[in-house]
């Protein structure tokens, strides 16, 4: 899932770091494909709505990984009825109990996923509005890798808001209320204990906090959107985890809140320029103007060329980000290049 190449970390120009060529026209992580994964676990009662929902969509470039949790009622008989009448519908069945966490990353580890793709995650007991991927589709297209929609918990409230900048994710109130999604590079960057509890197994409860936190540090306060309208509808039973995991739960909330944060990513840019004969006291205002060539949120990689005696004294000046969104690298000109 790595890209490799600039062709691969976005439209790669070049200048002199005086001149401005116009920017391309697309990003190298705009989306092409987006996946929904449905986790569920005897959810006869509830999927055939939620699949319905999927189904009434505006927007209706979507497929369906449904990822049943070794149900033992009808769950799997209805998802493959619905898999007869729409194409788009998969169901990946787990013979063996894997709970929410375990159940949702072998779903998505089975996708072959592109950086660019959009990954949604729908519980199978819940449903969205008809306009709900169709709205988070576009802010992905804009630039944003990890995008939510406010819920209708059902009882009346929900837990919904935009991310404060300049506040430590892990130290903000839960924000994250449903419909999520994600660039699939943003899930890419994690490893396998992100998802551990204690006593190293997966999570089985306060699993999205371990899935969504590392994710928006990854991605940056300004690539992440929260779309104010309740496009979700959250279902309340006796099944639910806050309800059968609740201890469980806390206790996960509170252990994955202490855990190191994460650096934003640095290996997947919307935009790539290669930049050469840059001086120093000319690094910010470079920056600001590659900042205005490219339209808010996307990332810019600003690639610089240099010799490789030129190594030490630019050890300081690169891998840091120099502006919003704009990021300055070092690469050392390869045998023969010329500047």
Known sequence: MRASGDEDHGALRTMNGKGSEPAAARSALYPERLVVVVPCRNCAAYIG???????????????????????????????????????????????ERAFLMGNTL??????????????????????????????????HCQGYDLVYTDEDVQGGHSVGAALSFGVPVRRQSWRFSQLRSFKAHLFGLLDDETFRDP??????????LALYLPMAELAGPDKVSFIPEKLYYYRVHENCNFKVLRQEQ???NWYIRSRPA?????????????????????????ARAVRERYPRP????????????????????????VEDGVYLAGTVRGEGEQL
């Not at 949790?69 to 009448?85: G, N, Q, Y």
């Not at 006593?199 to 999205?208: C, I, K, P, T």
């Not at 996307?298 to 000046?317: F, K, L, P, Q, T």
């Open 262 to 286: 994460l650096m934003r990513q640095a290996e997947f840019f919307d935009f790539t320029e290669r930049v050469e004969r840059l001086e120093k006291p000319r690094i910010a205002d470079v």
């Open 106 to 139: 072998a779903a998505l580890r089975s996708l072959d996923l592109r950086p660019s793709d959009v990954v949604a995650i729908l519980d199978g007991d819940d449903w969205i509005r008809p306009t709900c991927l169709e709205k988070i589709w576009e802010r």
């Open 199 to 208: 006593g190293g197994g997966y999570f089985r409860a306060a699993g999205d």
């Open 298 to 321: 996307c990332s810019v990689r600003i690639e610089h060329v240099i010799a490789a005696d030129e190594v030490d004294s630019w050890r300081a000046y690169h891998e840091l980000w």
């Open 49 to 95: 709505e939620c699949l319905d929902s999927l189904r009434a969509q505006t927007f209706g470039g979507w497929s369906a990984l449904v990822a049943d949790d070794a149900s033992t009622d009808e769950t799997p008989d209805i998802v493959r009825d619905f898999m007869r009448l729409d194409s788009r519908i998969d169901l990946r069945r787990g013979e």
């Open 250 to 252: 806390l206790d996960n």
